[in-house]
DNA sequence: CTATGATTTCAGTATCAACTGAAAGGATGG
DNA sequence: CCATCCTTTCAGTTGATACTGAAATCATAG
């Protein structure tokens, strides 16, 4: 009966039409995942619990992605543990749902605490043994060698620096949700 | 001889202990590399060329990683595509060196301009197209399944904002080198 | 306590990206 | 022009990671 009018679409129920979207944008958004170092059913039950806006059960995320009931268990107890989704329950249910948070900015920052401390972090304090290891006091006076402990302390203290200000950039996103991003996106935009 | 006297290093040559500083240096990168979507044996390679900071030839790469020629020369020419390495000659010699950018903020510039370009951009088309569909005008007017659409408009709504202000930050420190970015930096650190 | 339905676990399997090594393809010097 | 040395390519293999499905576990209602 309801018919698209436009787009090249044809005829289509609107229900038809937001089903091809919604699968669109997870499609993608899974791909980008990967490239992210996400796994591609991660992102992808992420992107719809986030898409489609309402509280999903294991077995609407299986049929949908077309997912074994194992790998759905995992990838639901893995972003519950990331807490940018929820469980839930409903009442007279005896099954689990899921929502995802409404808000990508508050998702955003809980993300880059995560990576932040898990993959930043440790390189830092890596950089800062190797930094020892090549101080003078460890090792001694002579001169062998010399240049090229030089050099590569340079590159280490490079390195470090940038870090360090990356890590202070990301702490700016911790800890600020939506609003007080945007305000630091606003003084970022004006001043340049 | 020569021997280091402090931290635990025992009797070490300078040579030594530099290597082991770069070594610890260049596993980590790996390491980081890998969960960043960036492959191990290229993010090991580039930090070793960044830290040595010298030229090295292929087969130096190819012993001092453990990796084979084709592994060394696909991933080295990889990273001359991205520019973050450039090719050299010696005088008199037939062989190829290869030396790392040394400027962390320039090559971090590249590389976040090439993932946005890549990555971030088509993410926001597909957005947009999604979106498109789900315009009023695209879907008649009947009632049907008309809280479902909205909800989904809405939260392709909050990414593509989210996206357009990421996109922007991006290109702050894509149109910037370390002077630049270094600007951006403290502007945004007094800011708050 | 038992029955029923939901959830988790995990050994086995499949998938795919990364890597190897040898052969083909340059380029330079004699 | 050939000989030598270096680089690239790519078919085949390996290894890491993700995924399945069925059995075990857990939870709730009766």
């Known amino acids: 009966m309801a018919t698209g009018i436009g787009g090249g679409m044809g005829q289509m129920t609107v229900e038809r039409q937001l089903r091809v979207a919604q699968d669109t944008f997870i499609r993608r958004w899974g791909e980008m995942g990967q490239t992210w170092g996400i796994n591609r ?3 992808e039950i992420h992107a719809l619990l986030y898409v489609v806006g309402q509280p999903l059960c294991t077995d609407d995320v299986m049929d949908r992605l077309h997912i074994s009931r194992g790998n759905a268990s995992m990838s639901l107890r ?3 543990d990331w807490t940018i989704i929820r469980r839930m329950h409903r ?3 005896r099954r689990e749902y899921f929502v995802s948070l409404g808000d990508v900015w508050e998702m955003f920052s809980i993300i880059a605490a995560e990576r932040k401390k898990r993959e930043m972090d440790p390189v830092l304090e890596t950089i ?4 020892a290891m090549l101080e003078e006091s460890a090792l001694g006076a002579d001169g062998a060698g010399e240049a090229e402990v030089k050099l590569t302390r340079e590159r280490l ?3 470090e620096e940038f870090m360090v200000v990356t890590n202070r950039i990301f702490q700016q ?3 600020n949700a939506k609003s007080g991003l945007t305000r630091v996106v606003k003084v970022l935009l004006k001043a340049f």
């Open 41 to 43: 059913t991660m992102a």
């Open 78 to 80: 893995a972003l519950c």
């Open 91 to 93: 009442d007279g249910e």
């Open 128 to 131: 800062k043994q190797c930094r």
């Open 157 to 159: 203290a490079g390195m």
């Open 173 to 175: 996103f911790i800890g």
